[in-house]
């Protein structure tokens, strides 16, 4: 077969056609794939045919596969498999990259569209490597200099009113484990040699600023990565996968779809420790994520 590749923006996004990823991949197909993900950053298939095993299996090409998470429940049968469902609450309703607050943060997440809403339920997937980019060069210069500390037990900025008990549970399972990890604010891709802002909801604070002063920076730094030109907001139907590179990437669930269903099925692809433009590798604060993931080589 042969393999049809079509950018969807000009910064982020591919559709890919002409592979059955319900079957195993050959070499040259996996190749093909890395280097697709490698310049687009996501990737969009028809998954007609794919259950939670050929999942698992399609994101095992990539390596490894994680736990499901490190604190949140998997599917039942399934320990590798995270659902993304709206009875459990809309959290991933922020702009992030998984799991940040662990050592190793996936290098890959594959979603799974089970059940869509008639409307709305979008997911964005942005380009941190686009924002560097954009970044002025004085302001680019301060960040690559910079570390943020990532966590779990993060600001979710809503008022403890407004907290139903569903959302209290969620929260407090989440937050089961306490992480809190420091990454470089500019991470160099360990196959591109690209740079791009590592950054997202679960970073915190900036390593020797105040909290006030982080958030004014992180804000700044935040605002070039969700500008428009660098988002793909796709729009899904049954039966597709998304797989984007979680090194380089930040993606948001937007909430607009009045609380109907919707479930997506997530894998993720164990990866490497960060490593900033100086060569230095990212290190733990706090919490022991052995249990969730191997560490890519």
Do not use: C
Request: no cysteine; glycine share 8%.
């Amino acid at each position: 077969m042969s393999i049809e590749i079509r950018k969807v923006t000009a910064n982020i996004g591919a559709r890919v056609e002409g592979v059955d990823i319900t079957k195993p991949l050959d070499q040259e197909t996996y190749i093909a794939l890395r280097e697709a993900l490698n310049a687009h950053k996501a990737l969009v298939f028809d998954a007609e045919g794919l259950d939670d095993a050929g999942q698992q299996a399609f994101a095992r090409h990539f390596g490894d596969i994680t736990a499901a998470h490190p604190t949140v429940s998997s599917v039942d049968g399934a320990p590798n498999v995270l659902p993304v469902d709206s009875e459990g609450g809309r959290a991933a309703n922020h702009w992030h990259t998984d799991v940040t607050f662990v050592l190793n943060p996936p290098q890959a997440t594959s979603l799974r569209s089970i059940t869509v809403p008639p409307y709305g339920g979008e997911t964005l997937i942005a380009s941190s490597a686009a924002a560097y980019r954009n970044l002025p060069e004085s302001l680019r210069s301060l960040a690559d200099t910079l570390w943020a500390e990532h966590t779990n037990d993060y600001d979710y900025a809503v008022p403890e009113e407004d907290v139903d008990e569903v959302q209290a549970a969620r929260r407090a399972q989440f937050t089961s484990i306490k992480y809190r990890t420091a990454h470089p604010v500019v991470r160099v891709h360990p196959l591109t040699g690209e740079r791009g802002l590592f950054i997202g909801g679960f970073a915190q604070r900036i390593v020797g600023l105040s909290p006030g002063e982080s958030r004014k920076i992180l804000d700044l730094l935040q605002a070039y990565v969700v500008r428009p030109e660098n988002v793909l907001r796709h729009r899904w139907s049954p039966n597709q996968l998304v797989v984007f590179d979680n090194r380089i990437t930040q993606h948001y669930a937007v909430d607009n779809y009045d609380g109907l269903p919707r479930r997506l099925h997530r894998v993720t692809v164990a990866g490497d420790i960060p490593v900033g433009i100086e060569g230095k590798e990212s290190y733990v604060i706090e919490g022991d994520a052995s249990h969730y993931t191997s560490v890519a080589a």
